[in-house]
C-alpha cells in the first residue's frame, strides 16, 4: 500500500491502483471552478486502508457539487483502477444482487448472490432499498479477494460503477461515486471544506464473504457504528408484533390483550407487545389515520369502536400484566386527511417536482418531507404524545425507506442530506423514548446495512403474513445475505432483530 494522493493497495495482479477523488460540478457550475481536493488516507490494520476525500472551495464564489467521484487518472496511472484478471474469474458478492425483486428496478436481474464481472455498466449500492454498502469482488479459482465499503455514513451515500474490462483483460473500469440522497447538489462557500465518506479497501486471502468483512467491522466498531448495541434492549427482551400470524390490521383490545397470557406462559423471552397497524381512528371514507394519528389533538386518536379504552389506558393494563407496549407508526399519510390539506408542503415530492403518493396502499398515502421544519416539530409533539403521555415504550416505523433512500426525492429545503435527515428523525424519537426502550427501523429490507444499527433493529425481510411458500423463500433469500455479511457483529452481541 502507497499513501500518495490515490489508492494504491495491490497484492500480485489484484486490487486497486491509482484511485483518485475528484468533485462532481453540478450544472451550471463553471468547469473550470477552482477547488482542492485532499486525501486523507490511514492503514488501521496491516494490507487494509481507509481513505476520505476532503474538497475546499477555494474561489471566490459559491461551489456547487452533485458528488465525489472516485476515479483513476490515465494521465498519472498506468490503466483503469481495478486490476483482477479475468482468468481468476472475479465475481461480485453484492447483497444488493437479491433486492431488484422489490420496486422491480434493481442493478440486476434474478436471485444470485454473487454474480459475474461483466462488460455492461452495472451499478451497485444505490438501490431503493438499505442494502449493504459496499461490494465484495472474488475470485473463483482461488481464495482471494478485494473487499471495498463504506467506513462511515455520515452524509453521502457511495455508488460503485463497472463499466466492462480493458483491453489487457486484467483491469476493470471502475469508478466510486459519492452522491447526497434528496437533494441535487451540495454548495460550498468560499473557503468552506466538505469532507466525503471515509471508504474502507482491503485485498483478503479468502473468497467468503463471512471471512472478508472482519478487519471492516473492527473498524467500524471503532467509528461509533455500533455503539448503540450497549443500551439495546431487544437481545433480552423480544418483541410480539400483532401484524403477523394472521391478524393484520383486524385487530381488537380484547384480541391484543388475550395474547398476553399465551405471551407469559410459553414466550417469556418477549418481554415488549407492539400494536401495529389497525388501531388507528377512521375517517368517513374509511381510511385509517397514519402518522397524522395526533395531528389537531384528536379526542380519540385510537378506533374507540374496537379499542374502547384508548391508548394510555391500554399501555397501562399492558404495563400491569408485566410486559412494555410498543406502538406502529407509518411515516406517511392519507391522501385528502386533514394534515395534507392544511399543509401541501409537507409531502415529498421527486425530481420532477411531483408528490411522492402511493395510490395502491391505504386507498392513496403521501410520504411526508423530513427536511421541513414544520413536519419535524410535528413529530417531536407526536413522541410527547405516544411516549410521554400515552407511556408506550417502543416503535416500529413503518414505510421509511421511501424518505431517505429513493434516487428521485427531492426535498423542500436542500440544507441537509437524507443521511443526516434520516439521523435526525431517530433522534427526535429517541428524545421521547425511554433509554431502554426500542426504536425500529422498518425499511424496504435492509439487507446487512450497518449504518442502520444506530436504530435496535431494522428490518432485513418481507412480512411474514400466512407463511406462504414464496414468502418463506423471500425472507431465507434476504435473511440469508444479512446473517452472511453480519455474522461477526452478531456474536459479539450487535443483533439484527426481526419482530416475532
Not at 425483486?101 to 451499478?123: K, M, R
Not at 448495541?229 to 431487544?234: G, K, V
Not at 394534515?339 to 410520504?367: C, K, N, S
Request: charged share 25%.
Amino acid at each position: 500500500m502507497r499513501v500518495e494522493d490515490s489508492v494504491e493497495i495491490l497484492q500480485g495482479e489484484i486490487g486497486i491502483s491509482g484511485l483518485r477523488p475528484a468533485a462532481m460540478l453540478a450544472d451550471g457550475q463553471a468547469v473550470d471552478a477552482p477547488y482542492a481536493m485532499r486525501l486523507e488516507m490511514s492503514e488501521p490494520e496491516p494490507g487494509c486502508c481507509v481513505a476520505q476525500a476532503v474538497v475546499v472551495n477555494s474561489g471566490a464564489a459559491p461551489l456547487a457539487l452533485t458528488g465525489i467521484r472516485w476515479r483513476f487518472d490515465p494521465a498519472r496511472h498506468d490503466g483503469p483502477a481495478l486490476r483482477f484478471p479475468a482468468a481468476l474469474r472475479p465475481r461480485v458478492f453484492a447483497t444488493e444482487n437479491l433486492r431488484g425483486d422489490f420496486f422491480f428496478n434493481g442493478s440486476t436481474e434474478g436471485d444470485c448472490y454473487a454474480q459475474e464481472l461483466t462488460h455492461q455498466h452495472v451499478e451497485y449500492g444505490l438501490s431503493e432499498d438499505h442494502v449493504f454498502p459496499g461490494l465484495f469482488v472474488a475470485s473463483e479459482a482461488l481464495s482471494r479477494g478485494l473487499f471495498i465499503a463504506q467506513a462511515t455514513q455520515c452524509e453521502w451515500n457511495a455508488a460503485y460503477l463497472f463499466r466492462g474490462r480493458h483491453e489487457d483483460g486484467r483491469k476493470w473500469l471502475f469508478e466510486i461515486e459519492e452522491r447526497c440522497g434528496g437533494i441535487s447538489r451540495v454548495v460550498l462557500a468560499s473557503g468552506e471544506a466538505r469532507r466525503g465518506e471515509q471508504l474502507f479497501f482491503q485485498i483478503v486471502e479468502t473468497a467468503d464473504p463471512q471471512h472478508a468483512t472482519a478487519a471492516y467491522y473492527r473498524v467500524l466498531h471503532a467509528n461509533g457504528a455500533f455503539a448503540r448495541r450497549a443500551l439495546n434492549p431487544l437481545p433480552a427482551q423480544r418483541i410480539y408484533c400483532t401484524w403477523n400470524y394472521d391478524f393484520h390490521a383486524d385487530i381488537t383490545e380484547a384480541r391484543v390483550l388475550e395474547q398476553i397470557p399465551i405471551l407469559k406462559s410459553h414466550f417469556p423471552a418477549v418481554k415488549f407487545l407492539q400494536v401495529d397497524d389497525g388501531y388507528q381512528v377512521r375517517d368517513a371514507m374509511g381510511r385509517r389515520a397514519m402518522i397524522d394519528l395526533c395531528y389537531g389533538d384528536p379526542e380519540n386518536p385510537f378506533d374507540r369502536g374496537r379499542f374502547p379504552a384508548g391508548p394510555k389506558a391500554l399501555a397501562e393494563r399492558i404495563k400491569a400484566e408485566g410486559l412494555r407496549p410498543a406502538l406502529w407508526l407509518g411515516l406517511w399519510a392519507s391522501i385528502g386527511c386533514r394534515m395534507l390539506v392544511e399543509h401541501p408542503d409537507w409531502i415529498l415530492r421527486d425530481d420532477t417536482g411531483e408528490p411522492m403518493l402511493f395510490t395502491q396502499f391505504y386507498g392513496g398515502t403521501a410520504i411526508l418531507d423530513p427536511s421541513v421544519p414544520g413536519v419535524r416539530d410535528y413529530l417531536d409533539r407526536l413522541c410527547q404524545t405516544v411516549f410521554g403521555d400515552w407511556g408506550f415504550e417502543g416503535v416500529k416505523l413503518d414505510f421509511s425507506t421511501i424518505a431517505f433512500n429513493s434516487k428521485r426525492a427531492r426535498y423542500r429545503y436542500a440544507d441537509k442530506s437524507a443521511i443526516e435527515l434520516r439521523n435526525e428523525i431517530e433522534t427526535i424519537f429517541r428524545r421521547h423514548l425511554p433509554a431502554d426502550g426500542f426504536f425500529g427501523w422498518c425499511v424496504v429490507c435492509g439487507t446487512a446495512q450497518p449504518f442502520l444499527a444506530q436504530a435496535d433493529y431494522f428490518r432485513n425481510a418481507i412480512d411474514i403474513g400466512r407463511g406462504g411458500w414464496q414468502n418463506v423463500r423471500r425472507i431465507a433469500s434476504a435473511s440469508s445475505t444479512t446473517c452472511t455479511i453480519w455474522r461477526r457483529p452478531m456474536r459479539s452481541g450487535s443483533r439484527v432483530r426481526r419482530s416475532i
